[in-house]
């Protein structure tokens, strides 16, 4: 049964569609009709139970082997949509070479308080979560669907040694997965372009390190 509850699920929407468009119709009707009192026989109306026709279906479908063809069809959107996540469009290849100082600091308009009401933040105060914690990675952003950038990336990876404590390969673009299982290298995603937009990153590939109390933001040209 868990093999095919989403396609019960999809069976039952499209049935609860049907089963709207009916009763629009039966609506449409009844506004226009007149009384015209009984003729010839009447009937009691038997309503089949839904769950009965969704079942029926699937046992159709199982019979002919349809249903395995649409669990394989589901399957398959599936890993493509977690292997190919929707891409940063804003983002472009790199032309001209750039570099920035980025300052992280933040200022709100309201105070802050503890779980004993005291205020540990004056609204105004500016503060720069450098002073508390550093980045100790460096940041690459790439379009992982370029070869050029994906080898650039890695080998920069590599040479800065300590691996994974050291670098954080970032993509705007490409399929993550498959990347991952070539290079064996832990990747990730910039969902949304949620982390260029904040650093006002335009262009990969794209490098981010800490710089004193500042991060210095470098669009290279490869």
Not at 67 to 95: E, F, G, R
Not at 104 to 129: C, E, M, W
Not at 158 to 177: D, F, H, Y
Request: glycine letters at 4%.
């Amino acid at each position: 049964m868990k093999k095919i509850l989403m396609v019960a699920l999809s069976l039952f929407f499209s049935f609860c569609q049907l089963d709207q468009m009916i009763m629009k119709a039966e609506l449409i009707s009844f506004a226009n009709s007149k009384d015209f009192g009984i003729q010839g026989n009447t009937y009691e109306i038997i309503e089949v139970d839904l769950l009965k026709q969704i079942t029926a279906k699937l046992q159709e479908l199982k019979a002919n082997g349809k249903l395995d063809k649409i669990q394989s069809d589901i399957k398959q959107k599936m890993i493509n949509s977690v292997n190919n996540p929707k891409p940063v469009t804003s983002i472009t290849k790199t032309t001209i070479a750039k570099d920035w100082l980025y300052d992280p600091s933040v200022s709100l308009n309201h105070n802050l308080y503890d779980q004993k009401g005291r205020a540990f933040y004056i609204a105004g105060t500016k503060v720069n979560p450098l002073d508390k914690i550093s980045l100790s990675k460096t940041l690459i952003f790439i379009d992982g669907s370029d070869e050029i950038q994906v080898k650039w990336a890695l080998k920069k990876y590599r040479n800065l040694g300590n691996q994974n404590k050291l670098t954080k390969i970032i993509l705007v673009k490409g399929a993550i997965i498959e990347l991952m299982n070539n290079s064996k290298v832990r990747l990730y995603f910039d969902q949304n372009g949620v982390i260029t937009k904040k650093f006002g990153i335009r262009h990969v590939p794209a490098t981010v390190e800490q710089e004193d109390k500042m991060l210095r933001i470098r669009e290279v040209v490869l």
